[in-house]
């Protein structure tokens, strides 16, 4: 019964722990690279698995680039503008056709913490396209009102470095007074830069260990 008891026991903490860490991101990458230092973050696909898709797509497609940071409301978010009116570049075909779709809101018990990313949308709950929040604080009257799916990964302190900047204010929005420019984009996945990694050192040891029979080899058999 004791056993029984210890087990049940760890069961449930183990699973309280789990649920205090909130949802994994899966292993792509994506890094804005901006005027004031580069900012990576990545998703949770399981928590807003169409936004993702259609975020990542947008990345792919090059359409966050010469976007820009319309707002930087230091403590709260820093948001990136529509790409179809935000950009300084035209678009093509193919990043406007993307650029205009909107996406359903997937809302989640995922909260609204520093680092995380949040869609922007007006009023229709289904009406998010291409601008996003990232958070500088913690924001509970965002929870389960705004899609979340993702976060930061690295960048903190290029986003305390936006926090620093002059702004002015516009109606609600406390925006830049100098303009905060995605000069690129790119996206990587941390499993292949694992794998990489690993095929890199095991080349290393094989190279090694041929150098070390070799020797060995020499001095037994000359």
């Known amino acids: 019964m004791k056993i029984l008891w210890w087990v049940s026991l760890v069961f ?4 309280v722990g789990a649920l205090a860490e909130g949802p994994q991101l899966n292993s792509p990458r994506v890094v804005f690279q901006t005027n004031y230092g580069d900012i990576e973050f990545g998703f949770y696909p399981s928590v807003a ?16 680039n010469t976007n820009h940071f319309f707002r930087v409301d230091r403590g709260f978010v820093a948001q990136v503008a529509d790409v179809a009116s935000g950009r300084s ?9 993307e650029a205009e779709k909107t996406i359903v809101g997937e809302f989640s018990d995922v909260k609204h913490v520093r ?4 869609m922007g949308r007006y ?8 601008s996003f929040s990232i958070l500088l604080g913690d924001a509970p009257h965002l929870d389960g009102q705004y899609a979340i ?3 930061v990964t690295k960048g903190d302190e290029t986003l305390r470095k936006l926090e620093e900047l002059p702004t002015r204010r516009e109606g609600i929005f406390v925006m830049p007074v100098e303009r905060v420019t995605i000069l690129s984009s790119y996206y ?9 990694r690993e ?18 080899r020499m001095k037994c058999f000359p």
Do not use: W
């Open 188 to 196: 990587y996945d941390t499993e292949l830069e694992s794998c990489e």
């Open 89 to 97: 570049a035209p678009m093509n075909e193919e990043q406007r056709k």
């Open 49 to 64: 698995p169409k936004t993702v898709y259609h975020i990542f797509e947008l990345v792919r497609l090059g359409c966050y």
């Open 199 to 216: 095929r890199g050192i095991l080349k290393r040891r094989l190279a090694a260990s041929a150098v070390e029979i070799e020797r060995q």
């Open 123 to 130: 009023s229709d709950p289904d009406s998010a396209q291409s």
């Open 149 to 151: 799916f993702g976060k």
């Open 115 to 118: 680092g995380i990313l949040s």
């Open 12 to 15: 449930v903490i183990t699973n």
